[in-house]
């Protein structure tokens, strides 16, 4: 790994070495690169016949759940020595997926409600968790097992040109109630352009990537349980400028709660604290592999 790749601004002081256990943060000054902190290489690799791998989704049984955006197609597979075995797919556009109790559930981009679809049997029925007049996109569980929900009203897959969405991120118990939503601020402007991806941290907060336009330009938008914004992370100087603007399509939450950001025009992750704040970043050069989303084994903090 380069040892010009990472930067952060205050002093290190090594913690346990995981992925992404970095320790504990000290002081205001610049720091000395530790490009040794953690170390990304490919362990395994399979060849599927998708075309455009768009979500992974882990079950408890090892199996797993692939998406296709371009062919729209969903795959339940599991991974063999050296195969991928197919064991059942449908023909879906998928805009969200997550695990729930050894089910799936996923927001197709045609309904106001989320499919759920039996993990054992493969049978698809309506979920309780509809959120009309808005269609969903994005779907995150937390730790508590709420669910999340990103939403626009009229439907759009990607940002629009010309108009103006309403736009959602609304928070239900497993029963399908309503808990919260986030929708504007105190002075009744929209908190979202378009709410792409979601994710959040064990202390409460809401971390929304929000695409300003069709060219996926963004930020992202923490907020925390009472829906007021805590702050706006824009990328970061070093690597994001008028020519590379910082272009976030996807976030996730690790099991250590750091927040990891694919900024996918440069190849870069960002990676913050759970409230937002800037710790460090990775360069595609320093992988072995293109970064394009974060697909990750949740608890064991691996990519694949």
Known sequence: MSQESIYSFPNFV????????????????????????????????????????????ECHDGTLWLTDFINYM?????????NIKVLSFFDYPIFGIVGMSGNILVSTGLESNLKLING????????????????????HITKEQKVIIAGTFPWSASPPTGRVLSCIVTVKDQSGKRLIEYEKDSNNKPLFTYPFRV??????????????DKDFRGREVVIDQAGIIKGLYT?????????KPFTPSDVFATPS??????????????ILNNEGEFISYY???????????ILLYPHQEHFI
């Open 235 to 243: 990328g970061r100087h070093e690597v994001n400028t008028d020519h």
């Open 283 to 293: 360069c595609e050069d320093d992988m072995e592999f293109d970064i394009q989303r």
């Open 74 to 82: 969903l795959q339940h597979v599991i991974l063999e020595k050296d």
């Open 199 to 212: 994710s959040s941290t064990s202390n409460g907060n809401v971390f929304v990537v929000d695409s300003l």
């Open 14 to 57: 090594p913690g346990k070495f995981t992925l992404l256990n970095f320790g504990t943060l000290e002081g205001r000054r610049r720091f000395i690169k530790h490009h040794s902190l953690a170390e990304l290489k490919v362990t395994n690799q399979w060849t599927t016949e998708l075309k455009d791998i768009y979500f992974i989704v």
């Open 257 to 270: 709660d750091h927040i990891l950001v694919v900024d996918w025009e440069i190849h870069v992750v960002h």
């Open 120 to 139: 054992r049997t493969h049978k698809v029925i309506d979920s309780v968790f509809d959120i009309a007049p808005f269609i969903p996109g994005d779907i």
